[in-house]
């Protein structure tokens, strides 16, 4: 089979890191297939946190930790209380699209500029991307140990007691936490297009 | 019961933790396979690399460790209810010890249990056995994939799916070609075909637990497996559905009986990390053995 228009870049050179908070000029450098080390403060959100900013719009004010520039990672970690604190045992991404109904609103009101998760997201997340200069990054679903170790620390947590460990939203300090573009701003789509193309096939093998 | 429930414990150790050999091989080869330089071989090699690293720390593979299934076979004598005491209790230990993520959420309050037990949570499936051996197979599967699974009641027009093996490949094909990456490919696909509902989703779970080696005791079987498989992986879909050659690994199908006017098909999707273990207890000197 041919290989993808989006084929990962993964020699080191094409390497990209990025730091954040990003900015727009920062999401504007990101393309499909863009393999990237992020460094810096990511939030971690999935299903309970989605609902929950999509409902209450909350201002910025009332959130403990600064959304704008943030990457949003769809994450439910395992992790252990100790007496010198949080430690990250397990987390890897769970699947972005059961928040596709939120997401589009969570990213221009709060001001993401990039969502991370595993499988992809729908038409209005695409949308938004494009409308509001983010970007969707995608990491290695099951790899929850490998990506446990680019956490460099878990700095502090919101919704602990409310929501339980793994809907809480998680403030991690991570170097070299990898991931690929597979949605960018442009409006371009990693999973789209393989989704087109297995359609193709699929209609072939059940015609 | 004490050894037991230390037992059931180290069976969630090592479920959790430990990738079955079979499963980590062939992940091996799809590597393999895969072109260097492709986003499906470097997906596999961090794959393979989180599968050494949680082995090697007895941390588990995977954040979500599902909800826990247990397959027993109970020889005649042992208390079922004992038994699901001790399972319970192992369950709350386990949770803490290894730990797994609390995943048991109450639909009425949404509060989770923070222990992995709750009304049905852990699933239990217990039947009797004859012999004087307790095998309780262990099932951690991540919600991610089993969120992709599908049930169909053929005939289904769209997918010219007919009451017959070959409309079982159709209904095969829609649900992996559905799932795309959702569910983390490479897939290991159980399939259950038979007379009502809740007994063909079962059935396909259970395919989940066979060695990826065996070979269908039905030839016609056998065969649809390869043919599905192959089928499957013409779909492009890959690792984590980011485009390869490797979409699924294995298929498995399971058939009972049905009715004249019944022709269900359960579609269970695993993800790649198709965790499981076996306990065997030896009834008569409690002495027990956990393997993978």
Redesign the interface.
Known sequence: MANSKFEIRNSKLKTKQITLPLTKDDVMKLHVGDMVLINGLLVTGRDKVHKFLFHERLKAEQIPFNLKGMILYHCGPIIRKTEKGFKLIAGGPTTSMRVEIYEHQIISEYGLLGVMGKGGMGKKTIDALKKNSCVYLHTIGGAAVYLADRVKRVVDVWKLKEFGMAEAMWLFDVADFPAVVTMDAYGESLHEEIEKRSYSKFKRLIK | MLKLLDSIVELYKKAASSLPPDVENALMSAHAKE?K???AN??LA??L??IR??RK?G???????GVPTFFIKVPCGVSHIELKKAIIKATRIATMEI?????A?DILTE??T?DNTGRGFPILYSEETKGKTLTIDLMLK?A?CE?AGQIYKLPVDE???ERDLDGVR?CV??AV?KA?????PPYIIGVGIGASKDQVTRLAKEQLLRDLKDRNKYNVLANLEKRILN?IN?????P??????TTAIVVKIGVNHRHPASYFVDVSVS???NRRARLKWQIRNSKFEIRN
């Open positions: 072109t330089g492709t986003n470097s997906i961090t794959i690399a989180n690293l949680a720390t941390r588990p593979i995977c954040q979500d460790t730990p797994l993520r609390p995943n959420v509060e989770n923070g991540g991610g969120n997918l010219k799916a159709r094909l829609d070609y795309q990456g959702k569910g983390c089928d013409k779909l492009g879909i890959g984590l559905g980011l485009g390869g050659k993800c790649w990390a």
